[in-house]
């Protein structure tokens, strides 16, 4: 047997934000390997196949990425469909490529399906455009998650001089993120949302400006969350606290 592997796009959550090829591989696969992220009602589109957790949550038990990468490789020589299921969008800080690289080094095919990633579902719920003329002419997707043995990435430079930024695997240490962006040069009265579990039922939003974006974050759950911060938020931010001084004045 020599089996295709597909990288799949789970996208952000919801079941029907899932690409029509992505809901036809789940029909077909023999088995899916998924992360802890994705919904389990995803995962009950995949009716024949075996379902393996190789899930990565923060602070979490999770699966080596070597023998991740290996369950994978073992994979295409006992099923046909193999697919590999990743939240959101799999070539974004999903580890794809290390996936990827130890498939084609064993000679076995891939694919990868792109999904809807959890910066698009935060601008479609919040209805607030990434990018906007004369406001916003670039955004950047950044995190300040790093592996172990990994040299600090730039990530500050670029998310202080983006105009729109989006910071992924951030929301447990947004005190000392708005610390390290206002440091190095980012207004304070920044406009910030942070949005937790876009596109599901559980979802919630955050709004404010960067200083206050410790505090926003205690409101924070237990989903993942990422947190956009750029002038494009300005009036969405500014309805939301007056609306929140008006509630405040009642009670
Ligand atoms: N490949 C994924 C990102 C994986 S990193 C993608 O393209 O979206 C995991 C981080 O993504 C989480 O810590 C969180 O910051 C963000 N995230 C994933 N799903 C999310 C959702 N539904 N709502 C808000 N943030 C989400």
Redesign the pocket.
């Known amino acids: 047997m020599s089996g295709k592997v597909y990288l799949v796009?789970a996208g952000?959550?919801a079941p029907d934000l899932l690409s029509l090829r992505a809901a036809r591989l789940l029909g077909e696969a023999d088995v899916v390997f998924h992360d802890a992220?994705v919904n389990p009602e995803i995962l009950a589109m995949a009716p024949h196949a075996k379902l393996v957790a190789v899930g990565k949550r923060?602070g979490r038990h999770s699966t080596a990425q070597a023998f991740i990468n290996k369950q994978l490789v073992d994979a295409a020589g006992k099923y046909r469909v193999i697919v590999r299921l990743?939240?959101?969008?799999?070539m974004?800080?999903?580890r794809a490529q290390e996936e990827i690289d130890a498939l084609a080094a064993a000679g076995i095919a891939t694919e990868v399906v792109p999904?809807i990633?959890?910066?698009l579902?935060?601008s479609a719920t919040l209805k607030v455009s990434l990018t906007r003329r004369g406001v916003a002419r670039n955004v950047a997707f950044v995190?300040p998650r790093i592996g172990k043995m990994e040299k600090a990435s730039d990530w500050l430079a670029t998310a202080v001089s983006a105009d729109t930024a989006v910071i992924?695997?951030?929301?447990g240490e947004a005190g000392a993120i708005a610390q390290a962006l206002m440091a190095h040069g980012r207004a304070a009265t920044t406009p910030v949302a942070l949005?937790?579990?876009?596109?599901?039922p559980a979802e919630q939003w955050h709004f404010g400006h960067l200083a206050e974006l410790e505090h926003l974050a205690h409101h924070v759950g237990p989903?993942?969350?990422?947190i956009v911060l750029g002038d494009v938020l300005r009036e969405r931010v500014q309805a939301a606290t007056l609306v929140q001084e008006a509630l405040r004045r009642v009670v």
């Not at 992924?168 to 929301?171: F, L, T």
């Not at 989903?223 to 990422?226: L, S, T």
Request: charge should be negative; aromatic fraction near 6%.
């Open positions: 796009g952000p959550g992220l923060c990743k939240g959101g969008d799999p974004l800080f999903g999904g990633t959890a910066a579902a935060a995190t992924y695997m951030g929301a949005v937790e579990c876009a596109s599901l989903g993942p969350a990422i």
